[in-house]
Structure formats: C-alpha cells, structure tokens
C-alpha cells in the first residue's frame, strides 16, 4: 500500500510559478513510476507528466511541455511538479498517482492518489 499526499498548491497570478511536491510512503518508491495529473470543474482528469521508475526520464502533455518539469528524488520518496509561465488555463485541482513500474498516460492505470492539491492562476 501507498499513501501520497501532495502539497504547494496555492494562487499565483499569470506568468508565474509554483512547485508540487508528492510524498510517498513505503520503502519501494523507486519501483513506482510517479505522475501528475489534473482536474478542472466540469472537465476530465487529464495527464500532466509523469516520471519513470527505471530512469527517470519524463514524459509531458502537450498543453504543458516546455513550461512544467517533473523530477524526483528517490532518497526522499518524493516527486516534484515544477511549473512555470503559469495561465490561468493551468487552473485546477492537481493529483499525484503512482502504479508500479510502467508509466502511463492512462489514469485508470494508476493504483494510488493523493487528496489533490488546488492551483489557481488569476489573469
């Protein structure tokens, strides 16, 4: 079992920038592949970026690509959402998943969540 709780929400105008962090439970954090992914009212739950388990390389949505960054740290059990150039179309409440191994795109592939964490960007 994995418990994820996210944090570094919070309300920044257009332009700036915010880092997430997930921290995870459990000694087998590096097995897990870690991704973000977002909800806006009345939308679907989409895929932010993710990190792999096995290198750490990092896989991006096209709506946010060149302006976010994922990293982890596995010493820490915890994975980081950096974003930056912030719009107000970037607001929503932001989650942290992990599922073993493989990264997806899929969040029906993912096992464990976090609570969320709420982002606001006003114009």
């Known amino acids: 079992q994995v418990q994820l709780v996210e944090s570094g929400g919070g309300l920044v105008q257009a332009g700036g920038s915010l880092r997430l962090s997930c921290v995870a439970s459990?000694?087998?954090?590096?097995?897990?592949?870690m991704a973000w992914f977002r909800q806006a009212p009345g939308k679907e739950r989409e895929f932010v970026g993710g990190i792999r388990s096995s290198d750490s390389s990092t896989d991006y949505g096209d709506s946010v690509k060149d302006r976010f960054t994922i990293s982890r740290d596995n010493a820490k059990n915890t994975v980081y959402l950096q974003m930056n150039s912030l719009k107000p179309e970037d607001t929503a409440v932001y989650y942290c998943?992990?599922?073993?191994?493989?990264?997806?795109?899929?969040?029906?592939?993912?096992?464990?969540w976090g609570q969320g964490t709420q982002v606001t960007v006003s114009s």
């Open positions: 459990g000694r087998t954090f590096i097995t897990y592949a």
């Open positions: 998943a992990a599922r073993r191994w493989l990264l997806t795109r899929n969040r029906y592939d993912y096992n464990y």
